[in-house]
């Protein structure tokens, strides 16, 4: 927003003088950007001070997905639809860690092994097969990349070789959980982790608790 004021300014002055005389430093007035940054670190709603109550509250922290802010939605007027859990999620957005006030599923946590590509799409990472073989490539995909594609679970079992030894396998395909034949079977998750945060992948036995005491488990820890 800043660049933009700037370079109006820049063209309304352009259209105003001799372009043979002037030079760039009577053209260009930096004070629209500093001002547009300086109101972001200082009054934006997204820029907060770190919380350094402990090591997993400041890495938790600078993991945080918001729905709130400048362009986003208000806590008022967000539905069901936009705090509820969705298949896209998977690997990319931790469907256990959110607060439990007004902004439930507003603000989110960013899975283990996700990432932020350039785009600003968040990726997954996935282990490659080749002729029904599991390899140690690792490529990550956006949620619409992978729906086109049938991926196993990370604990499927394997051969010696890295061959599924079932004849079916438990995979997703276009946001659905089914039962494939295995050379179907084109991707693998890299670990069972990479469902949920850095917090609840901290909770032992993450599988045999009720989501809400899981929700409420790693939110204090990082209170400790």
Known sequence: IGLLRMERAIKERMSSVEIDTVMPQDLINAKPAAAAVREFFGSSQLSQFMDQ???????????????????????????????????????????????????????????????????????????????????????????????????????????????FTEEFVVCRHAGEVLMAPRDHVDLMDVSPKQLVSVAAALIPFLENDDANRALMGSNMQRQA
Request: net charge positive; hydrophobic share 30%.
């Open 53 to 163: 109550t402990n090591p997993l509250s400041e890495i938790t922290h600078k993991r945080r997905l918001s729905a709130l802010g400048p362009g986003g939605l208000t806590r008022e007027r967000a539905g069901f639809e936009v705090r509820d859990v969705h298949p896209t999620h998977y690997g990319r957005i931790c469907p256990i860690e959110t607060p439990e006030g007004p902004n439930i599923g507003l603000i989110n946590s960013l899975a283990t092994f996700a990432r932020v590509n350039k785009y600003g799409f968040i990726e997954s990472p996935y282990r490659k097969i080749v002729d029904g073989k599991v390899t140690k490539e690792v490529i990550y995909l956006s949620a619409m990349e992978e729906a086109k594609h049938y991926v196993a679970q990370a604990n499927s079992s394997l051969d010696s070789e890295g061959r």
